[in-house]
């Protein structure tokens, strides 16, 4: 996969860049705004998530250039995006810097500005900047280890600085490379989307019907999975007896967390504690004895994540009993 971002201090005319260096390449050049519509387009707000969390904007960004980068070679001119580079290996990480007074001449040609004027329009850039890279990244310098290469423009021209930029991906090989594998974009989205889970960021058209209270929180991220890839769910729609007293009463019954209509399948989530895991295979045992016919699947802590990416991402849950 070819992939490069380009970020910059403002007034280097880092965007300019990336749009040469990407027409250049012939790569898809994705901007933040580009970002931000495709992050609108894709999830879902509810009224308990008016907004997107800056503290999800991450996993967000990294689901949406996973899916891009299954089709394109991508320069991505969008803020942070060098701190996606431990989930996509291989990335081209540049950054553009110059020095203040380089920087506030380029203000006062592009914005039409006096001195002065210019100068206040790149400090308040300048930490408007600094201030949404914290709330989205929790950090608000720009650490220059992140970086494979810093260009500083003070005497280079956007054409030039684009050509530097060039000649390191050709290098690289990132022209040749191919495309995000689906298999690796499932993994990546995977996990990305487990967490975004606990944010309760789901996709526009769910199917879950009417939720309630969840006992453990677990089972809130299981539900917050399933919908967010549209497999219809019920929780703990029936209780099955188990034990039965003299007079043929229900002594013991057994409730499993998630029915899932589509597959006709329940889905017990346990816990690691071994007592009550020792308790619940007991019911489940009863129950696949007594109800030869239900299809109930336990799945503890440790398979959790296991769980959801064999069923949920390549095959939508197609269980086999």
């Avoid at 790569?27 to 992050?39: D, K, N, P």
């Avoid at 509810?46 to 967000?60: N, R, S």
């Avoid at 499993?256 to 295979?281: A, C, G, I, R, W």
Wanted: aromatic share 10%; proline share 5%.
């Amino acid at each position: 996969m070819g992939l490069i971002s380009i970020s910059g201090q403002p007034g280097c005319r880092f965007e300019e860049v990336a749009r040469i260096t990407a027409h250049r390449l012939a790569f898809e050049l994705v901007t933040g705004s580009r970002i931000a519509g495709l992050i609108d387009q894709e999830f879902a707000l509810t009224p308990a998530i008016p907004a997107m969390p800056g503290k999800a904007y991450a996993d967000l960004t990294a689901s949406i250039v996973a899916r891009l980068a299954s089709r394109h070679h991508l320069v991505l001119c969008v803020e942070g995006m060098e701190l996606l580079s431990s989930q996509f290996p291989g990335m081209l990480r540049v950054h553009i810097v110059a020095p203040d007074a380089v920087r506030v001449g380029n203000v006062m040609l592009d914005q039409r500005l006096e001195r002065p004027a210019a100068r206040e329009w790149l400090r308040d850039l300048e930490f408007r900047q600094k201030t949404e890279r914290k709330q989205r990244f929790r950090q608000a310098n720009v650490p220059a280890h992140l970086f494979d290469v810093i260009l500083n423009t003070e005497s280079l021209d956007s054409e030039q600085t684009a050509e530097l930029i060039v000649a390191a991906a050709r290098s690289l090989g990132l022209v040749e490379r191919g495309f995000l594998s689906a298999e690796a974009e499932a993994l990546l989205q995977f996990r990305v989307r487990l967490r975004l889970s606990r944010h309760g960021i789901v996709p526009p058209d769910s199917v879950t019907l009417p939720r309630k209270l969840f006992a453990h929180p677990s089972e809130e991220i299981f539900a917050n999975l399933l919908d967010f890839y549209r497999i219809a769910w019920e929780y703990e729609p029936r209780s099955f007896p188990i034990q039965w007293d003299r007079d043929g009463k229900t002594a013991e019954a057994f409730t499993p967390d998630f029915y899932l209509p589509e597959v006709d399948l329940y889905v017990e989530l346990t816990t690691m504690k071994q007592s009550l895991v020792t308790k619940k295979n007991r019911k489940v045992k009863l129950l696949r004895q007594l109800y030869p016919h239900i299809n109930i699947q336990v799945y503890y802590q440790k398979d959790f994540q296991n769980l959801i990416f064999k069923y949920g991402l390549a095959e939508r849950l197609v269980v086999k009993a």
